[in-house]
T-cell receptor
Framework: GEDVEQSLFLSVREGDSSVINCTYT??????LYWYKQEPGAGLQLLTY?????DMKQDQRLTVLLNKKDKHLSLRIADTQTGDSAIYFC?????????FGSGTKLNVKP | DAGVIQSPRHEVTEMGQEVTLRCKPI?????LFWYRQTMMRGLELLIY????????DSGMPEDRFSAKMPNASFSTLKIQPSEPRDSAVYFC?????????FGEGSRLTVL
C-alpha cells in the first residue's frame, strides 16, 4: 500500500482538459482521494471515490477508477489558471493513508 | 467548523533548540495524523493517534521527535534538539467519515 505513483509535471493551456494519472498497489484500499495543494498552503481535499465505484463526477472534476489495473485518474474540464497547483493522489484503508509524490499542474494562459 | 488549526504557521530556530508544534483537530474526529513534507521526500507520515492513543509511530525519524495527544482537541509534536535537516513543513490532519482534513501546516526552518 505504500507505492502510489504519479507523474511529476503536467502542462496544459487554459480551457483545455487536464488528466492527472495515478497508480496504487493496495487492492484493499477503501477510499482513493485527490488533494490539491497551492503554494504555501495545506492539502485541500478535492474529491474521493469509494473503491467499489468506477466513476465520480463533481462539477468540473471527473474521477475514474480502474480497479483491475489499480489506476486512478482525475480529469479537470475547462482548466483555469486557478487550477495551477500540485495534485496528490492518495489511497486509504484502516487509518493508513499513502500519498503519491504529487503532480504539478501548470496552466498556461 | 474552523478546520484543523495548527500553530505556529512559521518558525525559525537555531540548531539545538527545542521546537513544539501544535494542532487542534476538527471536533468529533477521532484520528489525528502528523505528516512532514519536504521537496526530497514528499509527504511522510510521522505518527497517528486514534482516540488519543498513539497507534503507529514507525514514521518518527528518531528519538529527537516525540508526539502527544493529551485530549481529543489537542496534540503536540516536539523536536528536541532540532537539527537543520528537520527543516520542513509539518502538517496535522484529522479523520472524519473517511475524509482526511489537513491543517495549513507549520513551516519550520532550523538554522
Amino acid at each position: 500500500g505504500e507505492d502510489v505513483e504519479q507523474s511529476l509535471f503536467l502542462s496544459v493551456r487554459e480551457g483545455d482538459s487536464s488528466v492527472i494519472n495515478c497508480t496504487y498497489t493496495d487492492s484493499s484500499s477503501t477510499y482513493l482521494y485527490w488533494y490539491k495543494q497551492e503554494p504555501g498552503a495545506g492539502l485541500q481535499l478535492l474529491t474521493y471515490i469509494f473503491s467499489n465505484m468506477d466513476m465520480k463526477q463533481d462539477q468540473r472534476l471527473t474521477v475514474l477508477l480502474n480497479k483491475k489495473d489499480k489506476h486512478l485518474s482525475l480529469r479537470i474540464a475547462d482548466t483555469q489558471t486557478g487550477d495551477s497547483a500540485i495534485y496528490f493522489c492518495a489511497e486509504g484503508a484502516s487509518n493508513k493513508f499513502y500519498f503519491g509524490s504529487g503532480t504539478k499542474l501548470n496552466v498556461k494562459p | 467548523d474552523a478546520g484543523v488549526i495548527q500553530s505556529p504557521r512559521h518558525e525559525v530556530t537555531e540548531m539545538g533548540q527545542e521546537v513544539t508544534l501544535r494542532c487542534k483537530p476538527i471536533s468529533g474526529h477521532n484520528s489525528l495524523f502528523w505528516y512532514r513534507q519536504t521537496m526530497m521526500r514528499g509527504l511522510e507520515l510521522l505518527i497517528y493517534f486514534n482516540n488519543n492513543v498513539p497507534i503507529d509511530d514507525s514514521g518518527m525519524p528518531e528519538d529527537r521527535f516525540s508526539a502527544k495527544m493529551p485530549n481529543a482537541s489537542f496534540s503536540t509534536l516536539k523536536i528536541q534538539p532540532s537539527e537543520p535537516r528537520d527543516s520542513a513543513v509539518y502538517f496535522c490532519a484529522s479523520l472524519g467519515s473517511g475524509e482526511l482534513f489537513f491543517g495549513e501546516g507549520s513551516r519550520l526552518t532550523v538554522l
